[in-house]
């Protein structure tokens, strides 16, 4: 099992940052990729910034420029600091957390979500 809490969401005016921060904890070993995911009602989740095998990094189109996806491996942590927020980027942010493990030739995969944290670019 995996556990994820997130922290960071809030308001904020037009072209401001925000840092927001996911605590993992469990079983993260097994853990091959980590990052953001985001929603808006009535929408799919949508992936923000995914790093994978710790050196692969993907950013939704969006968000590229603007975004920056980051992990710290000592303390267990997954940031994504915004810049030049967007009110387009008003949404609930997700930390995930994929894990992969068992035999390599039928590994079991399971995705974990945090509670989800608020974040609303207003002015």
């Known amino acids: 099992q995996v556990q994820l809490v997130e922290s960071g969401g809030g308001l904020v005016q037009p072209g401001g940052s925000l840092r927001l921060s996911c605590e993992v904890s469990g079983s993260i070993r097994s853990v091959n990729a980590m990052g953001w995911y985001r929603q808006v009602p009535e929408k799919e989740r949508e992936s923000v910034a995914v790093i994978t095998d710790r050196v692969s990094i993907n950013y939704a189109d969006s968000v590229k420029g603007r975004f920056i996806v980051s992990r710290n491996n000592a303390k267990d942590m997954v940031y994504l600091q915004m810049n030049s927020l967007k009110p387009e980027d008003r949404a609930v942010y997700y930390c995930?957390?994929?894990?992969?493990?068992?035999?390599?030739?039928?590994?079991?995969?399971?995705?974990?979500w945090g509670q989800g944290t608020q974040v609303t670019v207003s002015s």
């Open positions: 995930y957390v994929h894990r992969r493990f068992g035999p390599v030739e039928a590994p079991q995969e399971i995705d974990y």
